[in-house]
C-alpha cells in the first residue's frame, strides 16, 4: 500500500488539467495596452494586448488548492475557472 | 493521555496559526475545514467532495491519505485531529454515558460513498447533500463566526447546520468519540489502513493479566484486551484511533515494568 500510495502521489505530479477561462467573463481590467511612437514622424501605433488563452494548464497540486474555495468548477464536461487566477486574491473560503 | 492532550492541543493551535500564509496544496488527513480562517491545509472531505463534482481522481489527495494512513494508520486521528480533541474534552464532562452500538460505526462508511464521492459526482458540489453542508467542524471552523461577524444573521442552511453540530457535541458529551465511530468519513477512509499500518500499538508480551482496564479505557469502544491477550497490536480494528491509552492503562505491563525495574 505504501507502493501505491507512492505511485498516486508520482501520478499526482505527472498528472495536469485543463482549466477554461470562462468566455461570458469581463476581460481583466489590469491589461495595458503598449503603444510604440515612431519617432521619424511622430506616428503613434498601439499594440494590442495578446489574447486571452482558452485555457490554462494546471498541475493536480494547483488544481487540489483551488478546490478548497470552489476556484474550479465542472460545467459542460469541462474545468473553468470561477475567477482570474491572474488577479491576486488572498485566502479564500469555500462556499459549500 | 495527559501527554496526549498537549499533543492534541499543540496540533490544533499549529493547524490554526495560518496568518496569512497556507499550504492548501496539501491534505492533512484530519477533520479541519480549511475554510477556517486561520488553516494552514486542504481537508480531504472538502477535496473529495469537489473532485468528485469534477468527475477527476484526486491523485494527490488520495495518496496523500493513504501514505498517511500505511505509516500511522489512525494516529492522526487520536492525537492530532483538533474536532477529535474537542470530543475528548467534552467527554470529560460528568454526565450519563452511553456505549453506542457496534452497527453505528458502520454508517461513517455510507457516508463517505454517498454524501462524499456519489452525490457531489452525480449532483455537482452545488448540492445540499454533500457532507461540508453538515459538517460540524465547518459549523465550529466557519458557519459559529461567520454568524457572529453578521450580526447573527441566521439562514436555514446555517440553522441545520447548528442543529448539526449541537447534536455531535452532545454525542461527544454522553458516548466518546460518537462522531468518529458513526459519522467521521475521514475516519471511513483510513480505518481499513489500520490493519497494515507500520505503527502498532504494542501488546505487553506475556504480562496481560486479563484485568481489562484497556477495554474500560478505549475511547472507540474496540475491545483491545481481545487482541492484547492474542499478542494482536491493539490498533488492528478498524475503529481504533491509536490513542495508546490502553497501553498506558495496562496493569500487567506495568507489573512487567516494575518487576524489570526490580531486578535491576
Redesign the interface.
Given at each position: 500500500?505504501?507502493v501505491?500510495?507512492?505511485?498516486?502521489?508520482y501520478?499526482?505530479?505527472r498528472?495536469f488539467?485543463q482549466v477554461y477561462y470562462d468566455p461570458s467573463a469581463e476581460p481583466s481590467a489590469a491589461v495595458v495596452t503598449p503603444t510604440i511612437q515612431n519617432s521619424p514622424d511622430g506616428e503613434t501605433f498601439t499594440i494590442p494586448a495578446p489574447p486571452k488563452p482558452l485555457f490554462e494548464q494546471i498541475s493536480?497540486?494547483?488544481?487540489?488548492?483551488n478546490?478548497?474555495?470552489?476556484g474550479?468548477?465542472?460545467r459542460d464536461g469541462r474545468?473553468y475557472w470561477t475567477y482570474d487566477p491572474s488577479q491576486k486574491q488572498g485566502?479564500q473560503?469555500?462556499p459549500? | 493521555m495527559m501527554k496526549r492532550r498537549w499533543y492534541q492541543l499543540a496540533s490544533l493551535l499549529a493547524l490554526h496559526s495560518a496568518w496569512g500564509m497556507e499550504a492548501k496544496w496539501l491534505c492533512n488527513p484530519v477533520l479541519s475545514c480549511h475554510s477556517c480562517a486561520l488553516a494552514w491545509f486542504a481537508c480531504p472531505v472538502g477535496v473529495l467532495v469537489h473532485y468528485a463534482s469534477y468527475g477527476l481522481f484526486p491523485f494527490v489527495a488520495v495518496g496523500t491519505m493513504l501514505l498517511v494512513g500505511t505509516l500511522v494508520g489512525k494516529l492522526l486521528c487520536g492525537w492530532v485531529c483538533p474536532f477529535g480533541f474537542v470530543q475528548d474534552l467534552l467527554h470529560k464532562i460528568p454526565s450519563r454515558k452511553f456505549h453506542l452500538p457496534a452497527w453505528t460505526n458502520n454508517i461513517k462508511y455510507l457516508v463517505l460513498i454517498f454524501m462524499v464521492l456519489l452525490l457531489p459526482y452525480f449532483l455537482g458540489e452545488a448540492t445540499d447533500w454533500i457532507f461540508c453542508r453538515y459538517c460540524p467542524a465547518a459549523a465550529l471552523q466557519v458557519t459559529l463566526p461567520n454568524f457572529i461577524a453578521s450580526g447573527l444573521q441566521m439562514s436555514s442552511a446555517t440553522l441545520i447546520k447548528f442543529g448539526v453540530l449541537a447534536i455531535v457535541l452532545i454525542g461527544a458529551i454522553v458516548s466518546s468519540r460518537s462522531f468518529c465511530r458513526v459519522l467521521c468519513p475521514i475516519g471511513a477512509l483510513l480505518a481499513p489502513l489500520n490493519y497494515i499500518s507500520f505503527w502498532v500499538v504494542k501488546p505487553a508480551r506475556g504480562a496481560c493479566i486479563a484485568c481489562k482496564k484497556c477495554d474500560d479505557v478505549c475511547s472507540t469502544d474496540v475491545k483491545p484486551s481481545a487482541r492484547l491477550l492474542n499478542g494482536v497490536p491493539a490498533n488492528r480494528s478498524l475503529d481504533c484511533i491509536v490513542c495508546h491509552d490502553c497501553k498506558y492503562a495496562c496493569e500487567g505491563r506495568q507489573a512487567a515494568a516494575a518487576v524489570m525495574a526490580g531486578a535491576k
Open positions: 500500500m505504501l501505491v500510495a507512492l505511485v498516486l502521489l501520478a499526482g505530479s498528472c488539467h493536480d497540486s494547483d488544481l487540489l488548492a478546490a478548497t474555495f470552489t474550479v468548477v465542472r474545468l485566502k473560503a469555500c459549500t | -
